[in-house]
């Protein structure tokens, strides 16, 4: 083959210097058969314990836990280890009284926010206002000594009482059979906290990852408008509501009273309060340095609207109150969780739902501000934190507590340090608990609606869904799956569709991965995408492919048609140019990170159909695993060692080499 | 920097060459920044009609099906359209007396073989005898005109059918409620060839892809040894035996009727003709020239024995035998299935399951002989032909048929041409039930079961496992689990765990991706693993890693978090040596082939955590879909372009460069 060659025309430089052998030296090596005489490595083979127990360990401790703990005395590794279990034991000992005074603000502040959320979200979750409280006491308490967010505020939150009263209510009606209703409750409770504990214990945190943020942006998003539209009923006094969620059913609840139902004077306070609400909301917003103004709003509220309807005895008219709250702390629980029974298997399987779902937004949050603060939050920490926090609420008349995304953002605005703000919450509470309960009977239900609606208003990210929609079409399509889901059907659909949209994305990514021809950039010995560099030049005889992707049962036969269809296009552009047909086809393999039985089936089907077609296989860089899998197979004695290849430049320089020898010959 | 600098002596020699810059242009070219001026395109904005359409475009017509179509006229296009969908048409114009010899042989040969497996798929299934004659002739004439594989034999198989027993059972006892049973069994005929049809009409053939195949080999062979087990109680002449097919329960149903249920004439019968079925089977296998011997055997067998009970009456000694079996063709069904009540979604339900799992085996049985006669399969077409015979079949009181592995095997070898032995083998057994159906009674069971254990021995594949085994450990894991559940459980757990595992395997691909610090190959710019090429050298001061998967929620925080690892052990290796701290991160993310809105975070993270260490991050050639997406966040501009490179090689020598420039300033 001579430069003459009317088909080398459109070569490369480089190539084309190979065949002025007195250039070729002062230019890449090319002419030699694996770049300076490097061949592909296979690494040593490993024992079956070695391959389970590597798997394993990249599984489970990838995080590299015992790091600290290397060349430390064995006191000190104890002392490491139970800091592991308590953080406050490691920050505990640099607590000063400046951090104390941000956190006592804070605490201050997140507690005269959780009084009325804890009501409404126990009235969301068909529960009497006391749990709600119950649950903003003792699980902080034990979130401050375990947890390791800094930021994040502990209590019911909306989206996990939401799923309860769908999923509780189910099994027992909430006001004919109370106290079953309580009892599967804590039963869930106890089974939450049992699932993330041991989820945490056993590090499998990376399960709550299968769900992908998108999915969790829409489905956040529809629970807060379920919640907000459950909100209506307490928001204009309506009396005879419905026990559905879904938008449909909601709204024609709404307007089906609208004649007779609806209570002028409870619409009218609700209004005022919840513009009040939203005014400081969007002032804070706009000025951070007046957030105390936001802050301080749900606790004014509360005590102008109960004094005024106390004054006025405005519940005789029709308005909504809270009612008698019975006084004094959390009273024991454990013997109304259901140890045995057919309400055990329902408690569980509630209880793993909500864990999951708590898990999933209390670590959200908690990575949130965590990246803010710059610090690292572990993940299988906070699970046994969450954890044990539940199986202890759940034996003391608690219902599930996670993170509150509110009260969290809340409690970040007013500058807390540690997680002491929780404890001030709970000693708030428990305040509360002991004295002043009574003192919310005149409470009207529109002002804790009202609180209700401005916190979780919050929750609709439309940012981060516009985000979504610009950076990724499919993640979109999920968000807004879930979401749908939610708010047209129920939040169990709308799990439904999260996790099933985020899975359906990964198996959609493995299922068709990427393949695509590789050109060389004039002038050099790289090969990159044709469709991304416009330069890159295709070499006619030689069609290099790239496969970036594990081979495996679920793609092999794809990647095969799809290279052989390249092939095939290949051919009929040669066809249609007058140009020789294709004699060698480059894998280049660097990105396959795995190869199965499926997928070394596959290859051999490749090889022998292309050596039918007088093309010769060439693979170029077949990774450690790959290579491995591959001699195993004896996949190579069939290829044979010779058409494997370093890098692309190397084998496009061994197929001229060749050709020019067949040439001559 | 210089030359002589004590960090210098290990560098590579190119690198070297850059401060000599006399020699740095004989050599490739490294101080320029992207090489020779590229840069990492991105792809021109797609709306998104266009990214949906493309995805769609991919992901179900991958394999191009109009390309056939394309130049052609209108009723060419026809022609070819009415040819995909029956192939009879294409293949019948060249058929011709020769290939009709060699179909008809073997049409007769797996004739032979077919009516006895037949009478026992159809006691296997718990229905009469003659369902599973029904089905070998209804079924195996419309996949003639359909189907695509030449080799597959049509009828009733071993697996569907104990599929079959185990699901309808938990419905309706076979004895008792004999009528609804069959209707069932019909049902569930109709759901499995209309899921069939569906997802062949659908082109969702890739779902069948998701079994992955170390599941299938586990799954039929721990199959094959509860269909083995069963037949134990026809050999051992056993009148009370149990209902379930795990190991334990059938065995200790045989030991414990040792004394007085065992039946000595049927043991020896049955043990005598099975020896004679083996043997013969294994000569032929030994030697392929007369495997006629093999495929004789049964019809053999049947004939004889069935001749010698009548001679004996046998029968009266307790050796039991098929009985009487109505003559006729297929009658009528379409009244029986359930189109409404209770019943429907049970057999819903079953057909679904049944549909899969006959697809399974159908499609991996067509692909096996499709490679070794060379011709391509479509797999969507296959799924179009199954579902049609089965609808048909359900109409006419046939069970799920499908491709069986053993006659499928004898057709191949009698040198079958087309599907014209499914059409001689469909005559032979309408001609038997016509007439001589009553012949078929002094058969003893113990021959039918000797013949199904000779025909269902072939699916435990050693060989497969063991090449498994060979090479890859966990897919092994995953071959066993499913033989195990289906052994010593149920045909439904095995196949549940085939699934998980099967997916599973996916996920903990996706969830751990492999992550791997690259180093230079002296004297040249590649880079490569330096776990897998010991010659490799990593560059002080530079850590160059590979990401080798998209990066997606389910990955995005292990990746980070395994970056910043790799920086640590990296810092803490430098300290050790007393080396200068690293500088540069670059990341070659060649094999990213996606990243959604948690990978992008993720990046931005790791961006924002480096720059705090005064760690610059490099990013090297993204994909595009990669570079698309980093645009769309705006993250490169948060990068900046000039940290953009389009190989690692030139990032490199870019980071060189700078390091002197600051040196010299």
């Excluded at 990249?58 to 280890?81: A, M, N, T, V």
């Excluded at 004649?259 to 005022?272: A, D, I, K």
């Excluded at 003192?439 to 869904?465: C, E, H, M, Q, W």
Aim: net charge positive; glycine share 6%.
């Amino acid at each position: 083959m001579s430069t003459t060659d009317p088909m080398m025309k459109n070569y490369p430089l480089s190539y084309q210097a190979v065949d002025k052998e007195t250039e070729a030296e002062s230019h890449y090596i090319l002419s030699q058969h694996n770049s300076n005489g490097y061949t592909v490595g296979a690494p040593p083979k490993k024992r079956l314990t070695e391959e389970f127990s590597h798997t394993f360990r990249e599984f489970f401790f990838h995080d590299d836990p015992l790091y600290q703990y290397k060349d430390k005395s064995k006191i000190r590794q104890c002392w490491l280890g139970l800091q592991n279990f308590f953080p406050i034991l490691e920050w505990g000992r640099r607590y000063n009284l400046k951090m104390f005074k941000g956190d006592l603000i804070a605490g201050l502040t997140i507690a005269s926010l959780c009084i009325p959320q804890d009501i409404g979200y126990a009235k969301l979750a068909n529960v009497d206002p006391r749990y709600g409280l119950y649950t903003s006491f003792v699980p902080p308490l034990i979130y401050a000594l375990m947890g390791s967010s800094r930021d994040v505020a502990i209590g019911p939150v909306a989206v996990v009482s939401l799923l309860l009263a769908e999923f509780l209510r189910r099994e027992f009606d909430p006001t004919k059979n109370k106290e079953d209703y309580l009892r599967l409750a804590f039963t869930a409770t106890f089974f939450a906290g049992l699932t993330q504990s041991i989820l945490g214990f056993l590090r499998l945190g990376f399960i709550v990852e299968y769900l992908s943020h998108a999915a969790i942006v829409g489905f956040t998003a529809g629970a807060a408008i379920t919640i907000g539209l459950q909100q209506l009923k307490g928001l204009l006094g309506i009396t005879k509501f419905t026990t559905h969620t879904d938008i449909v059913s909601v709204l024609h609840a709404v307007f089906s009273n609208a004649h007779h139902g609806w209570n002028w004077q409870t619409m009218l306070m609700g209004t005022v309060f919840l513009a009040y609400l939203l005014t400081t909301k969007y002032v804070a917003l706009k000025n951070p340095k007046i957030f105390w103004l936001a802050a301080s709003a749900p606790l004014i509220s509360v005590i102008v609207s109960t004094f005024f309807v106390y004054i006025t005895r405005a519940d005789k008219d029709g308005v909504k109150i809270v009612g008698h709250i019975t006084k004094g702390v959390n009273p024991p629980s454990l013997d109304l969780i259901y140890w045995s029974g057919p309400h055990l298997k329902k408690g569980i399987k509630i209880g793993v739902i909500a864990g999951f779902v708590g898990l999933t937004e209390s670590i959200a949050i908690g990575r949130t501000f965590a990246a803010i603060k710059d610090y690292q939050l572990d993940g299988n920490k906070e699970m046994l934190a969450s954890g044990v926090m539940n199986i202890a609420g759940s034996f003391t008349s608690c219902i599930v507590a996670t993170g509150s995304f509110s009260r969290s953002a809340v409690n970040f605005m007013s500058g807390c340090h540690t997680t002491v703000p929780n404890i001030v919450m709970a000693l708030i509470v428990l305040l509360t608990l002991a004295v002043i309960t009574p003192l919310f009977k005149y409470t009207p239900n529109a002002i804790i609606s009202a609180i209700i609606i401005n916190a979780v208003i919050g929750l609709v990210d439309i940012g981060a869904a516009y985000k979504i929609y610009k950076v990724d079409k499919m993640d979109f399509l999920a968000c807004m799956g879930s979401f749908l889901g939610v708010v047209f059907k129920s939040v169990e659909v709308g799990l439904l569709i999260s996790v099933t949209l985020s899975l359906a994305k990964i198996l959609l990514q493995i299922t068709r991965p990427k393949i695509f021809v590789l050109g060389n950039l004039p002038r050099t010995t790289t090969f990159r995408n044709i469709e991304q560099y416009p330069e890159a030049i295709r070499i006619p005889g030689i069609l290099v492919i790239k496969v970036d992707s594990a081979i495996y049962f679920a793609n092999a036969t794809y990647i095969r048609e799809k290279i052989l269809r390249w092939l095939r296009d290949e051919e009929d552009l040669n066809r249609h140019h007058g140009l020789a047909r294709t004699q060698h086809l480059i894998l280049e393999m660097s990105a396959v990170t795995d190869i199965d039985t499926s997928g070394v089936h596959e290859l051999e089907e490749l090889f022998k159909i292309l050596k039918r077609l007088y093309i010769q296989l060439e693979l170029v860089n077949p990774g450690p695993l790959v290579m491995d899998k591959l001699l195993s197979a004896n996949f190579i004695d069939l290829l044979r060692e010779e058409h494997l290849f370093v890098t692309v430049g190397d084998t496009v320089a061994h197929c001229f080499a060749k050709s020019k020898d067949q040439e001559e010959a």
